[in-house]
């Protein structure tokens, strides 16, 4: 089971950076699918998450209007587009995969990625 995480790089406030995860080893088809992020001396949260029907989705207040999460299922990958960066989204952002949905991005996810840095300068 893995899930591999890319797309990340630097970019100036108000680039765009489209992030991708590709499963492997499990059908992705039939979990909820979500995006987090660390920054350096805060705690992980939850951007953006997706259930495996598509019908639920959640994006922090932060990038709401900003972040879209998608997926596509036949090709096991989760996409997170990035729009309107800012320096404060600077983060590592790991994706993971659940059973079930779990509201509000919260904890509990079985399957994490690597992670990617996104640096954004201002």
């Known amino acids: 089971v893995q899930l591999q995480a890319s797309g990340g790089g630097l970019v100036q406030a108000g680039g765009s950076l489209r992030l991708s995860c590709t499963a492997s080893?499990?059908?992705?088809?039939?979990?909820?699918v979500g995006w987090f992020r660390q920054a350096p001396g805060k705690e992980r949260e939850g951007v953006s998450c997706?259930?495996?029907?598509?019908?639920?989705?959640y994006y922090t207040d932060s990038v709401k209007g900003r972040f879209t999460i998608s997926r596509d299922n036949a090709k096991k990958t989760v996409f997170l587009q990035m729009n309107g960066l800012k320096p404060e989204d600077t983060a590592v952002y790991y994706c993971?995969?659940?059973?079930?949905?779990?509201?509000?991005?919260?904890?509990?996810?079985?399957?994490w990625g690597q992670g990617t840095q996104v640096t954004v300068s201002s």
């Open positions: 993971a995969a659940t059973w079930g949905w779990i509201p509000d991005c919260g904890g509990g996810y079985r399957y």
């Open positions: 080893g499990f059908a992705l088809d039939n979990h909820a």
């Open positions: 997706m259930s495996s029907s598509r019908t639920s989705t």
